[in-house]
Every structure is written in C-alpha cells, then in structure tokens.
C-alpha cells in the first residue's frame, strides 16, 4: 500500500520541536506535505523567526521519516509570527503584532545593551522590528544606533520612526536638544511615554522592543498597564544588589498579568581584553537561580567586555559590528530563545472586533 500524505502527518506528529519542546504542529497551515512522485515535499511553518537554518528540528524530521522509511524530497522552513494576547482590558496596537517590555529593577545593569542587540539580532533573523526608548530622563537609543535628527511628520499629528541598521526607532532623544535635560514630572512623562508609542507610524512590526525606564515607579508601573504587552524580560547583573531589585520588577509586571518571558543575566564574568581570562566579579549564577526560584525561563547570559561597550557607544552595537563574533551569537541565542517563548503565548482572540488604538493620556 502506498504512503499517504497523512501518513506523512502521523509520522511528524510524533516529533518534538527541539525549541519549543512539544510536538510538531502537523495541520494546515503549519504543515504543507505535497507528493512528488515516490517521495514528499514538506514545508513547516514555525511562529517565530528561522535560526541557524532550524537544523535541529531538520534533523529530527529527516530521522522519523527515514525510520517509517517514506523519501523526503524537499523540506522547507518559513516563518508566519502572529499576534499574541495582550493585559486583559487592552488591545493590541495597530501594525505591531507583539510588544515586548525589557526591564530591570535598577539602572546600570546594562537593559538598553541588551534591548539594542536583541532588537538587531530578532531583525537579522527575518523579523520586522522596531525599538522604543522609553527611558525619559536617559535617552541612549540614538546613540547606541547611530542616529540623528527629529522624526518627520506629512499630517502634523504622527511620526514617522527614524530607521536605524534595519530597525525602526523613536526615541524622547530625538525630539529634545543634545544636552538638554527632561525636566518633567510623572504625569508629563507618562503622556510623552503614550504619545511616542501611539503616534508613531510603525509599519507592520512582528517585535517592538521597549526599553523600560529602570526601577518600579510611577513611570514603569503606568507603562506596565497601559501599554499593550505580549510579556516582558527582565535583565539583571548576578549582583545580589541588582537581583533584588529584579526581583521588584518581575513581581511588578506579576501584578499586572503582563508574562515574564524570561530572565537575562547580563555582565555574567568579566573577560579580560588583554589575556582573556574570565571571572565572576558581579557574583555567579545569580540571574539563573532567579530564574529557578520564580519558575521563568532562562534565556542566557552576557559576559562584561569591552568591545561590546565600544561597539554601542560607536553607533554600531554587537550584533552589526561584529556578527560573527561570540557577543553576537549569544545575542542571537537570546533572541531566538525569545521569540519562541512569544510564540508559546496565547493568540489574539480580538477576532473582528474593532481595534482600539492607545491613545494619549
């Protein structure tokens, strides 16, 4: 008796995606199984963007299927990222499919590091990112991208975001004086917060990336319930000092059913540029143990080193300086790790609901 198409299907249901850690998703879309002669074309569809070729998950198929001995003719992979569930009482904003808090408890623990080069690494593996500053009183976006200049407006109402390395960007830095400081109370930079987020024009972003103000104030608290998260990561150094505070921060976006989508310990060792030795100096395993005690992913960790400090302060962080370069795998590694624990978040269930649009307040 020939192989069907569903027994292609049967087979494949029994494999486990090696980053989500379930069986593969074996109906319609996800799965496209189309017979060529004797042997079977094969296209997946994974809700995040490709990494290194999905060669783990690759290997898994060729091996079940060489097992109930069916030929494979050709398997492809593409990436479809969807909409995902945001704080009950919100909605996802218009033309961005996730938005994805970066934390952490305290400042200096190196969040906007990790928020560039995560947003560049998601953008090089296929996804349309943007990235928001919402660090009011510190703005490093412009920096850290290179860039310059006001967001232009063709209405006199919106903005258009400033693209940087691929990335589409807004930041409070664009819009005041090089060394002018914000003098602003809570409310004013609350509404200057919502304003950059809902007048800006993104266009059809899978990710955007905010980089959170530090702490667990009025600010963050607001920004927490007003902006609409698919989940947030929390970064902190292994220091007991910022662990403390990181725990502040997880628990904080507890509260407001916004999902911790993991845990990135940055600064882990010091490595030496001259002899490259390496050392704990901030303490060890600190964000990992965190990680464990409150049950969130671990999605990796970041040495302290000095190419990755010059990199960003020149414009050009690591993910685009150096692709190939150890800093920006283990960026890539946290990015993939990322976008696959967004993927694991429920759907959007607005269905044809009207979409709300945030507005400022």
């Not at 980053?19 to 060529?36: G, I, S």
């Not at 660090?135 to 490093?140: E, Q, T, V």
């Not at 200057?192 to 987020?197: I, R, V, Y």
């Not at 049950?295 to 400090?309: A, F, S, V, Y």
Request: charged content about 15%.
């Amino acid at each position: 008796m020939s192989t069907t198409s569903q027994d292609v299907r049967q087979v494949l249901s029994r494999v486990i995606n090696p980053d989500t850690r379930k069986t593969l998703a074996v109906t319609e879309p996800e799965l496209q199984v189309a017979a060529t002669g004797d042997a079977f074309d094969i296209t997946v569809t994974l809700g995040y963007p490709l990494f290194n070729g999905e060669q783990a998950l690759r290997e898994a198929i060729q091996t079940a299927l060489a097992a109930a001995q069916i030929r494979l003719g050709s398997l492809q992979f593409q990436s479809k990222i969807a909409t995902h569930a945001v704080q009950r009482g919100l909605r996802p904003l218009d033309s961005v499919r996730n938005v994805i808090a970066v934390a952490s408890g305290k400042g200096g623990v190196g969040k906007s590091t990790t928020s560039v080069n995560l947003a560049l690494a998601l953008h090089a593996q296929g996804a349309r990112v943007g990235l928001l500053d919402a660090d009011i009183y510190g703005p490093s976006v412009p920096i850290m991208l290179g860039l310059s200049g006001k967001p232009k407006s063709t209405d006199g109402k919106s903005m258009e975001p400033l693209v940087g390395h691929g990335l589409q960007a807004n930041s409070i830095g664009f819009l005041m004086d090089d060394d002018g400081p914000a003098i602003w109370r809570g409310p004013m930079v609350t509404q200057a917060l919502t304003q950059l987020l809902s007048l800006t024009n993104w266009d059809n972003l899978d990710y955007l990336i905010v980089d959170m103000p530090p702490g667990t104030g009025d600010i963050a608290l607001t920004m927490a319930q007003k902006v609409p998260l698919t989940g947030a990561i929390i970064v902190t150094t292994p220091q007991d000092l910022a662990l403390a505070d990181a725990r502040k921060g997880l628990i904080m976006f507890q509260k407001v059913d916004v999902p911790v989508l993991g845990i990135v310990e940055n600064m882990s060792v010091h490595v030496c540029s001259n002899c490259g030795h390496v050392e704990p100096i901030f303490g060890k395993d600190g964000g990992r143990q965190l990680a464990t005690t409150y049950h969130l992913p671990w999605l990796g960790g970041l040495p302290l080193q000095l190419d990755i400090r010059e990199e960003t302060d020149s414009g050009r962080p690591s993910v685009v300086a150096s692709p190939n370069g150890k800093a920006a795998q283990l960026y890539h590694e946290i990015a993939h790790q990322l976008a696959v624990h967004v993927a694991g978040q429920p759907l959007d269930d607005s269905g044809t609901r009207p979409r709300v649009v945030a507005r400022p307040v």
